[in-house]
């Protein structure tokens, strides 16, 4: 695996449009995504942030956003997400292939002025994807690339 990162958060949506829950650990479902996540099936299983993104969009809005209103499921540093529709990204021993660009919606701005402008370029909201190898993560997994054919 290539440079890898690290998991930094957690969070699970209990309902569409609902809170996020933080959490320390959660389990992985190929075919469904996190269990007692909000959104299960479809392409968009599980959503996943960058650090570094993140902290790019926030220096361009006045104030410290939290990270919870971007309303991802993983928080993640040390791995660009930009441009990385159809590679694997592996979190701990679970693996998640990269479907597409998540874009910022009217929701962010209702979060924290301005943010959704700020999420809007280079992938900075990060990407979703489907699981496709189910197990148990936590806080603190490394996380990183797979090499193609891995």
Same mark, same amino acid.
């Given at each position: 695996?290539?440079?890898?990162?690290?998991?930094?958060?957690?969070?699970?949506?209990?309902?569409?449009?609902?809170?996020?829950? #933080? #959490?320390? #650990?959660?389990?992985?479902?190929?075919?469904?995504?996190?269990?007692?996540?909000? *959104?299960?099936?479809?392409?968009? =299983?599980?959503?996943?942030?960058?650090?570094?993104?993140?902290?790019?969009? #926030?220096?361009?809005?006045?104030?410290?956003?939290?990270?919870? /209103?971007?309303?991802?499921?993983? /928080?993640?540093?040390?791995?660009?997400?930009?441009?990385?529709?159809?590679?694997? /990204?592996?979190?701990?021993?679970?693996?998640?292939?990269?479907?597409?660009?998540?874009?910022?919606?009217?929701?962010?701005? =209702?979060?924290?002025?301005?943010?959704?402008?700020? /999420?809007?370029?280079?992938?900075?909201?990060?990407?979703?994807? =489907?699981?496709?190898? *189910?197990?148990?993560?936590?806080?603190? *997994?490394?996380?990183?690339?797979?090499?193609?054919?891995?």
């Amino acid at each position: 695996m290539s440079s890898t990162g690290r998991l930094e958060k957690i969070w699970i949506k209990r309902a569409k449009k609902g809170p996020m829950d #933080a #959490a320390e #650990a959660a389990r992985a479902v190929v075919g469904s995504g996190l269990e007692g996540n909000a *959104d299960h099936g479809g392409k968009r =299983q599980v959503t996943v942030i960058s650090v570094e993104s993140w902290a790019e969009a #926030a220096a361009e809005v006045v104030g410290e956003p939290n990270p919870v /209103l971007r309303r991802a499921n993983l /928080l993640v540093s040390g791995v660009d997400l930009a441009h990385s529709r159809g590679k694997t /990204l592996r979190v701990g021993d679970v693996t998640i292939r990269i479907r597409g660009e998540t874009r910022p919606c009217r929701r962010m701005d =209702q979060g924290h002025p301005g943010l959704r402008a700020a /999420l809007g370029p280079d992938w900075r909201a990060g990407a979703y994807g =489907q699981v496709v190898r *189910d197990g148990e993560i936590k806080l603190g *997994d490394e996380v990183g690339w797979l090499a193609s054919g891995e």
